[in-house]
T-cell receptor, first 113, second 117 residues
Framework: ETGVTQTPRHLVMGMTNKKSLKCEQH?????MYWYKQSAKKPLELMFV???????ENNSVPSRFSPECPNSSHLFLHLHTLQPEDSALYLC????????????FGSGTRLTVV | QQPVQSPQAVILREGEDAVINCSSS?????VHWYRQKHGEAPVFLMI?????EQKGHEKISASFNEKKQQSSLYLTASQLSYSGTYFC??????????????????FGKGTKLSVKP
């Protein structure tokens, strides 16, 4: 248990489906992140929330929609995805984003069919 | 502004040493090092802030050369448990806010380390 919990661990969805990924941390951290990890590619930053306010949207397509209802929870809403969106989606949190290490969740392995 | 890691992969025998490098074309504020084992989450190893400091964690240590805009991770007397992919993450902001990004990490492609018995 890393302190950051992601559900589900695996998800298979069709291109017309709508699904959500959930991330939860009870570490008292103020910043939360979504990263995408594809095969043979580096970890790609998608979204950053600091104190529940989105501070970064790294040119991510609108079919990905984040939501941060409170400092402990982060969601990634998915709709009309493409097969190339299949990847491991990692959530992370940190005390804040200036000089503290990140704690990663175990990720959601997403397959779009 | 993705940092460049080298080598891409390295194979060691138990007890051997290795160095993994991470370099940036842009001035760095901090460098993070993580290790990820297959099917698991990346695990934080250490962070180095600008100032040229060196840090240690068991037999794993790292240095940060601000002038050269690079960091190196040193693994000494490697153990089987050191196997995994090592990522460096770099940030470019200082303590003052820049009205947006606050030092978010950009990761390198990783270095796959395999330690054999």
């Amino acid at each position: 248990e890393t302190g950051v919990t992601q559900t589900p661990r695996h998800l298979v969805m069709g291109m017309t489906n709508k699904k959500s990924l959930k991330c939860e941390q009870h570490l008292g951290h103020n910043a939360m992140y979504w990263y995408k990890q594809s095969a043979k590619k580096p970890l790609e930053l998608m979204f950053v929330y600091s104190l529940e306010e989105r501070v970064e949207n790294n040119s991510v397509p609108s079919r990905f929609s984040p939501e941060c209802p409170n400092s402990s929870h982060l969601f990634l809403h998915l709709h009309t995805l493409q097969p190339e969106d299949s990847a491991l989606y990692l959530c992370a949190s940190s005390q804040d984003s200036r000089g503290y290490g990140y704690t990663f969740g175990s990720g959601t392995r997403l397959t779009v069919v | 502004q993705q940092p460049v890691q080298s080598p891409q992969a390295v194979i060691l025998r138990e007890g051997e040493d290795a160095v993994i490098n991470c370099s940036s074309s842009k001035a760095l504020y901090s460098v993070h090092w993580y290790r990820q084992k297959h099917g698991e989450a990346p695990v934080f190893l250490m962070i180095l802030l600008k100032g040229g400091e060196q840090k240690g964690h068991e037999k794993i240590s790292a240095s940060f050369n601000e002038k050269k805009q690079q960091s190196s991770l040193y693994l000494t007397a490697s153990q089987l448990s050191y196997s995994g992919t090592y990522f460096c993450g770099t940030s470019f902001w200082g303590f003052s806010d820049y009205g947006g990004s606050q030092g978010n990490l950009i990761f390198g492609k990783g270095t796959k380390l395999s330690v054999k018995p």
